[in-house]
T-cell receptor
């Protein structure tokens, strides 16, 4: 068990570009969550999946954001037409359906110039 | 919807002194409660949790937290801190419905020799 893995760890992009992040959850964890953490704040919920189904999306997830988990294993989070306000740490977590304990990855830090 | 308030943003403390980090939450339904710790340049790690049963919960490294339903609090304590406890600590709550976490803004603990 290697834990939750996120790639890349750091991403620097120019405003207006598209970026995609990947999250590999702990194997056999059927729930996968995305959070965003800005400087000086706690993580904020973005969306979560149960297997391949996206069950909830926060109002923070504007139409420029899209997340997928096509085979119920890894997940991707794409941000289109990035803005400076998108600069943040993007965290992924996974859990078992019947266990309310989320395990977090190290995060992807996005810097939009 | 639930919310979490961490009453102290920064707590400096001397080594071997006690520390208390305060956390209050609001929710209209029953919740689960958590403390996560984030060491510099690392992801969030679960420190301890309250799901049900005894209102006093303990971690393996000497931290404890007590769930107080009437005061809607879940304060974290350690009787004697070490330099290695320097980190940011986040209080979080989740509803029984979907397990998504709501975090406080975090408390930075700096332990000095």
């Amino acid at each position: 068990d290697t834990g939750v893995s996120q790639d890349p760890r750091h991403k620097i992009t120019k405003r207006g570009q598209n970026v995609t992040f990947r999250c590999d959850p702990i194997s056999e964890h059927n729930r996968l969550y995305w959070y965003r953490q800005t400087l000086g704040q706690g993580p904020e919920f973005l969306t979560y999946f149960q297997n391949e189904a996206q069950l909830e999306k926060s109002r923070l997830l504007s139409d420029r954001f899209s997340a997928e988990r096509p085979k119920g294993s890894f997940s991707t989070l794409e941000i289109q037409r990035t803005e400076q306000g998108d600069s943040a740490m993007y965290l992924c977590a996974s859990s078992l359906f019947d266990r309310n304990i989320q395990y977090f990855g190290a995060g992807t830090r996005l810097s939009v110039l | 919807a639930q919310s979490v308030t961490q009453l102290d943003s920064q707590v400096p403390v001397f080594e071997e002194a006690p520390v208390e980090l305060r956390c209050n939450y609001s929710s209209s339904v029953s919740v689960y409660l958590f403390w996560y710790v984030q060491y510099p340049n690392q992801g969030l790690q679960l420190l301890l949790k309250y799901l049900s049963g005894s209102t006093l919960v303990e971690s393996i490294n000497g931290f404890e937290a007590e769930f107080n339903k009437s005061q809607t609090s879940f304060h974290l304590r350690k009787p004697s801190v070490h330099i290695s406890d320097t980190a940011e600590y986040f209080c979080a709550v989740s509803e029984l419905r979907d397990y998504t976490l709501s975090f406080g803004a975090g408390t930075t603990v700096t332990v000095r020799a």
